[in-house]
């Protein structure tokens, strides 16, 4: 009898407009220890045509969304409340990524967030948000 096929792991979004900091956040994935596929998108218009896409397909539905304040933090707090206002993506972990001093980490609470990370990522934070949360 053949082996069931492992099961897919919904992939983990990223939004981040820095290429090298987008990198760096793939390695952290990676060093976390798990297997996920990273999507990597560099804005917030992108992250919503990607988000479009996955409501018509559930496959494609992302099971983390990480979002770089610096990208405008109003406007990533509209994608957040956004999400969270979507009945087939309010499931999705929401995670805030801003340097330490960023003013809007405080109001990203508000919008839904469940966890925040800070640049430089660290790879021990990554992983433990995505064991506690997945």
């Known amino acids: 009898m053949d082996a069931a096929p492992p099961t897919r792991r919904p992939p983990l979004l990223l939004v981040e407009p820095d290429v090298d900091a987008a990198l760096r956040f793939s390695q952290a994935v990676r060093a976390a220890g798990d297997r996920w596929d990273l999507f990597s998108v560099p804005d917030l218009p992108a992250a919503r045509r990607c988000l479009n896409a996955a409501l018509a ?9 990480f979002i770089n304040l610096a990208l405008g933090a109003e406007d990533a707090l509209d994608l957040m409340a956004w999400i969270r206002g979507k009945s087939d993506l309010g499931s999705c972990i929401l ?8 003013p809007a980490l405080a109001h990203a609470a508000a ?8 640049h430089p990522v660290d790879p021990g934070a990554l992983a433990s948000i995505l064991h506690r949360h997945l």
């Open 111 to 118: 919008h839904g967030t469940d966890a925040f990370l800070t």
């Open 95 to 102: 995670v805030a990524v801003a340097t330490p001093d960023n």
């Open 57 to 65: 397909d559930a496959n494609c539905r992302p099971a983390a969304v």
